[in-house]
């Protein structure tokens, strides 16, 4: 069967969501031309939502059930359904209902033009607090600044890819994932489509504070050098205030000057520059253990159950 497009869900304990999620998604993919599928990985729910996306899958047969081993995470998750996705054109959506199916067929008129990425950008957000909207903020204006590739500013995995763009993306099989980054960096036509984030349908966040770091630090290791970089800095100005330092210490001792004596100046510059070799070699570990995990070549995601691709 020629399928025009494929809708991808990552799930992680969202049976709640399930259902609701099936019927908005039905109600406006049945009302547009040409055939379509809808992808769910579950990625090693244990609330019964795989249960449930199999019991979807017997009901509907749009609906195609991608069952990961365990929890691989959102971004692995995402990856699945590109593997496991056979449309023309293949959509990302988050299964909490934040992202509306009903923005999709907006994105689809935006490819029929053209375009070969078209992101959903967050003009408005609903249902979460200031905390949230500030760091989101701070979060997406930090990134565009300091990596290489431009990523598009409030903007998450809600987008639609052509498949030539999708095709380019499974190639890319580094283990720390930034999707959205991916989507940039690989160029062809993109272009942005402004939609209001409605909140949660139900359930809870899957993205704390602890994962939105995490997140954050994949995308600035995975799109720049710009931590090595100030790690590089740091000791420019380091030894730049040491000679700096030296010619004016040595003139205040010979003037007879008290103003640098004792222990708590030398502790003071030990302790500065200790600070300084320790963040440089964290940052250093960081990037060294992300060619650790590359080297070893284990696969992505394991699957327990799957159609065929």
């Known amino acids: 069967m020629n399928i025009r497009y494929s809708v991808i869900a990552p799930i992680f304990n969202e049976i709640e969501s ?10 406006v993919m049945d009302g547009l031309d040409g055939t379509w599928e809808l992808v769910l990985v579950d990625d090693g729910s244990s609330d019964g939502s795989s249960e449930r996306i199999c019991e979807l899958a017997r009901e509907d047969k749009h ?6 081993a365990r929890n691989f995470g959102h971004q692995i998750a995402v990856t699945a359904g590109w593997d496991y ?13 934040q992202d509306p199916p009903e923005v999709i067929p907006d994105l689809i008129a935006k490819w029929q033009e ?10 408005e957000r609903e249902g979460e607090s200031w905390f949230k909207k500030i760091t989101a903020s701070l979060f ?4 565009f600044r300091i990596t290489d590739v431009k990523i598009p500013v409030d903007t998450g995995d809600f987008r639609l890819m052509d ?7 499974k190639t890319m099989r580094e283990r720390h994932r930034f999707p959205r980054g991916m ?3 690989v160029g062809f036509r993109q272009a942005g489509v402004p939609y209001k984030r409605a909140a949660r349908y139900a359930g809870t966040t899957k993205y704390p504070l602890k994962k939105m770091l995490k997140l954050a630090l994949n995308a600035i290791t995975g799109f720049s050098y710009f931590p090595l970089q100030v790690a590089t800095y740091f000791g420019f100005v380091s030894a730049g205030l040491a000679i700096v330092a030296i010619p004016v210490v040595a003139v205040l001792r010979l003037v007879g000057s008290q103003f640098f004596g004792g222990q708590a100046t030398t502790l003071i510059a030990v302790l500065f520059l200790g600070g300084v070799q320790l963040i440089s070699l964290g940052v250093l570990g960081e990037y060294i253990g992300r060619l650790y995990d590359e080297a070893k070549g284990r696969p992505l995601y394991i699957v327990r159950q799957a159609p065929e691709k």
């Open 18 to 27: 399930l259902p609701e999620l099936h019927r908005r998604v039905k109600e």
């Open 63 to 68: 609906v195609r059930p991608v069952i990961l």
């Open 183 to 185: 989507s940039a960096w």
């Open 163 to 169: 498949r030539k763009v999708v095709d380019v993306l």
């Open 140 to 143: 997406y204006r930090v990134i």
């Open 85 to 97: 996705a056979r449309g023309d054109a293949v959509i990302i959506i988050d299964a909490d209902l």
């Open 114 to 123: 053209g375009y070969e990425v078209v992101y959903a950008v967050r003009a």
